[in-house]
């Protein structure tokens, strides 16, 4: 007999991060969650332990987003019930602490970093503490944003910023976009490592995640 379906599954981007990533491992546990991992960095120099064969290793592109990007792309047609996506940094922001309140919260919720920022049309990033930021075709945010999603415009005073790029979502919200809309944004992203779309998608987690439902914060 096949084993029943996990309903939730948990998509960690990580950097080499091991003692982190168990950490988020033992809260899949206990929620009974699947794990998906996805490491950066190489070689890696520690043990995921029991979560070893749960790890991909890839280039390091596309910041946290170009992974949970390619994670619905590529499981689009069997995603489980309930999709929570996060670094593995843990420590940074404390994101420890808005990791639990997302997934153990019932509505769709993401981080705000305790602020509800409302994004400006003109903003745009090339540089950051990772460097140089790989500029985005579509630029600055309103551009992208009317080439992504249509009418900012109309839209700019209805999208809820995410921070920490953690969020909580579910299948059918994610099934509210065709594949092909994940397909683009990978292809945006997944250019370097230190890309201005990241940015941008950061600040549109619950347009791109949660198809722009209302959606509950955690501070």
């Known amino acids: 007999m096949s084993k029943m379906k996990k309903k939730c599954v948990i998509v960690v981007s990580d950097f080499g991060l091991c003692d982190h990533v168990k ?75 808005r990791f639990e309140s997302i997934i153990n919260g019932k509505e769709i919720s993401c981080a705000s970093n305790g602020r509800k920022i409302k994004v400006h049309e003109n903003f745009s990033i090339s540089e950051y503490e990772d460097g140089p930021q790989i500029a985005a075709v579509h630029s600055p945010f309103g551009k992208w944003y009317d080439h992504i999603y249509g009418n900012w415009a109309k839209d700019k005073d209805k999208v809820k910023s995410c921070y920490n790029g953690m969020i909580g979502t579910t299948r059918e919200l994610i099934h509210r976009h065709p594949r092909s809309f994940y397909e683009e944004l990978s292809k945006q992203v997944n250019v370097g490592s230190a890309v201005e779309v990241g940015h941008f998608l950061e600040r549109t987690m619950g347009k791109t995640f949660a198809a722009g439902t209302n959606i509950n914060y955690c501070v």
């Open 23 to 97: 950490e988020i491992g033992a809260i899949a546990e206990e929620k009974k969650c699947s794990m998906h991992i996805v490491n950066k960095k190489h070689p890696v120099q520690c043990d995921y332990g029991i979560h070893s064969k749960q790890v991909i290793h890839k280039p390091n592109v596309g910041r946290e987003q170009g992974v949970y990007l390619d994670y619905i792309v590529n499981n689009y047609d069997d995603l489980p019930e309930r999709i929570y996506m996060t670094p593995s940094n843990l420590s940074k922001h404390d994101r420890k602490k």
